[in-house]
């Protein structure tokens, strides 16, 4: 269970200042990196909205289960797709995995895996608007939302998924440079290549698919 704790942005920079947060030779840095009152805000109204949808799929799971007569309905199919930091067609990549979900009348998740280069000490500002735009696009959506923390992105996806009872894998096709491909390793084909249990979809956001 997770217990949500409100709290005004500027009472928790100020506890901040108090080194209640971070210990005192970090806390300059800090403030000036990612606790700056524009993404604080930005996560309080995050934190706010998942409350508010969960309390919502909570009434509308007891109604369904009221209409079939005290039996939870079968839910044919679960999906999940990643949604990345960097990704500037991740909108369009969850618009598109929402409408699948509803063609299979699937639970879908939308998972973000924090690498240690993309925690919130070391993500530029812009990337991490970005991530929490996604997000809530994902909730608006009707996606479950989790966001997971690992060393090696393909495995915690697998992970999760096997975990989950997730079926299918959408992702999008990778736009990095080869050289950064090569250097970091491509996801998406690591992916297809280590999921053999699980039917990986790729899709393209120029209205081309491919999958396998």
Same mark, same amino acid.
């Given at each position: 269970?997770?217990?949500? !704790?409100?709290?005004p942005?500027?009472?928790?920079?100020?506890?901040?200042?108090?080194?209640k947060?971070?210990?005192p030779?970090?806390?300059?840095?800090?403030? %000036?990196? $990612? $606790?700056?009152p /524009?993404?604080?805000?930005?996560?309080?109204? *995050?934190?706010l909205?998942? =409350?508010?949808?969960?309390?919502?799929?909570?009434?509308?799971?007891?109604?369904?289960?009221?209409?079939?007569?005290?039996?939870?309905?079968?839910v044919?199919?679960?999906i999940?797709?990643?949604?990345?930091?960097?990704? #500037?067609?991740? +909108?369009?990549? *969850?618009? %598109?995995?929402?409408? !699948?979900? +509803?063609?299979?009348?699937?639970?879908?998740? #939308?998972?973000?895996?924090?690498?240690? &280069?993309?925690?919130?000490?070391?993500?530029?500002?812009s990337d $991490?608007?970005?991530?929490?735009?996604?997000i809530?696009?994902? &909730?608006?959506?009707? #996606?479950?939302? =989790?966001?997971? %923390?690992?060393?090696? =992105?393909?495995?915690?996806?697998?992970? $999760?998924?096997?975990?989950?009872?997730? /079926? %299918?894998?959408?992702?999008?096709r990778?736009?990095?440079?080869?050289?950064?491909?090569?250097l970091? +390793?491509? =996801?998406v084909?690591r992916?297809v290549?280590?999921?053999?249990d699980?039917d990986?979809?790729?899709?393209?956001?120029?209205?081309r698919?491919? &999958?396998?």
């Amino acid at each position: 269970q997770i217990v949500n !704790i409100d709290v005004p942005v500027e009472a928790l920079r100020e506890r901040l200042r108090e080194g209640k947060i971070y210990p005192p030779n970090q806390v300059e840095n800090a403030l %000036k990196n $990612f $606790f700056k009152p /524009s993404n604080l805000a930005s996560l309080r109204e *995050l934190a706010l909205r998942e =409350v508010a949808r969960s309390l919502d799929r909570q009434r509308l799971d007891r109604e369904s289960i009221k209409r079939e007569g005290g039996h939870r309905a079968n839910v044919v199919d679960r999906i999940m797709v990643g949604v990345s930091s960097n990704a #500037a067609d991740t +909108g369009q990549l *969850l618009r %598109k995995a929402s409408r !699948i979900a +509803g063609q299979l009348n699937a639970e879908w998740y #939308a998972v973000h895996i924090e690498t240690p &280069s993309e925690s919130v000490k070391n993500i530029g500002t812009s990337d $991490f608007v970005a991530l929490l735009d996604n997000i809530n696009v994902a &909730s608006d959506l009707g #996606a479950e939302t =989790v966001w997971l %923390k690992s060393d090696d =992105v393909v495995k915690a996806l697998i992970d $999760f998924a096997h975990d989950k009872g997730v /079926s %299918k894998v959408i992702v999008g096709r990778t736009h990095q440079p080869r050289w950064r491909r090569l250097l970091k +390793g491509d =996801v998406v084909a690591r992916l297809v290549a280590d999921a053999t249990d699980l039917d990986v979809e790729i899709v393209a956001t120029d209205e081309r698919e491919d &999958s396998r």
